[in-house]
């Protein structure tokens, strides 16, 4: 006779990510998503607007958490180790603290320490499109003379987190 808890699968792991600092939430990406695994579940789910989570019919299992926060150690991982119909409780705090500072004035490359290889990075599309007027002159597509040689941009890409690099050295190729 078989015994029914041998298939039992009524365990769940609940539990939210918790803030330490709230002036920090900010840094917070929007859509935060909690991924389970383990060697028999590859499972995934997005946190509510209170950062919780709940995963549900799991069995006894080692089990793998993380989160996609980007600012976050993404190798950064909690190991549950959940027995059969338990409950588990896994409250996150984490401190998610923004390593790029937002700084208006050119700094220092981070590796070699001088500013002369160091350009501003510009997310989104950047457009390269310019007009030529009856003078002869540039112009852009408002009629406005364009008298500023291009500025040098590093491309960001398009996606834009409330978290990012802001510059980039080119002698390096590093963001920062
Ligand atoms: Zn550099």
């Given at each position: 006779?078989?015994s029914?808890?041998?298939?039992?699968?009524n365990?769940?792991?609940?539990g939210?990510?918790i803030?330490?600092?709230?002036e920090?939430i900010?840094?917070l990406?929007k859509?935060i998503?909690a991924?389970?695994k383990?060697?028999?579940i590859n499972d995934s789910i997005?946190l509510n607007?209170?950062?919780?989570?709940?995963f549900?019919?799991?069995?006894a299992?080692?089990?793998?958490?993380?989160?996609s926060v980007?600012?976050y150690?993404?190798?950064?991982?909690?190991?549950?180790?959940?027995?059969?119909?338990?409950i588990y409780t896994a409250d996150?705090?984490?401190?998610?603290?923004c390593?790029?500072?937002n700084?208006?004035?050119?700094?220092?490359?981070i590796?070699c320490?001088?500013?002369?290889?160091?350009i501003p990075?510009?997310?989104?599309?950047i457009?390269?499109v310019y007009?030529v007027?009856?003078?002869?002159?540039k112009?852009?597509?408002?009629?406005n003379e364009?008298?500023?040689k291009?500025?040098?941009?590093h491309?960001?890409g398009?996606?834009?987190?409330e978290c990012?690099?802001?510059?980039?050295?080119?002698?390096?190729?590093t963001?920062?």
């Open positions: 006779m078989f029914i808890f041998c298939n039992a699968q365990g769940k792991i609940v939210k990510i803030v330490n600092d709230s920090n900010k840094h990406p859509n998503y991924f389970l383990s060697k028999t997005l607007e209170n950062l919780e989570f709940k549900e019919n799991l069995k299992d080692t089990l793998k958490l993380s989160f980007r600012n150690p993404t190798n950064m991982y909690y190991i549950i180790q959940l027995n059969e119909n338990e996150i705090s984490i401190c998610p603290v390593p790029y500072k700084s208006e004035e050119k700094p220092k490359c590796k320490g001088k500013k002369d290889k160091v990075i510009v997310y989104g599309f457009s390269k007009f007027n009856k003078k002869g002159k112009v852009d597509k408002n009629g364009i008298t500023t291009e500025k040098k941009y491309a960001g398009c996606l834009v987190s990012q690099p802001n510059w980039y050295c080119e002698r390096d190729d963001e920062f």
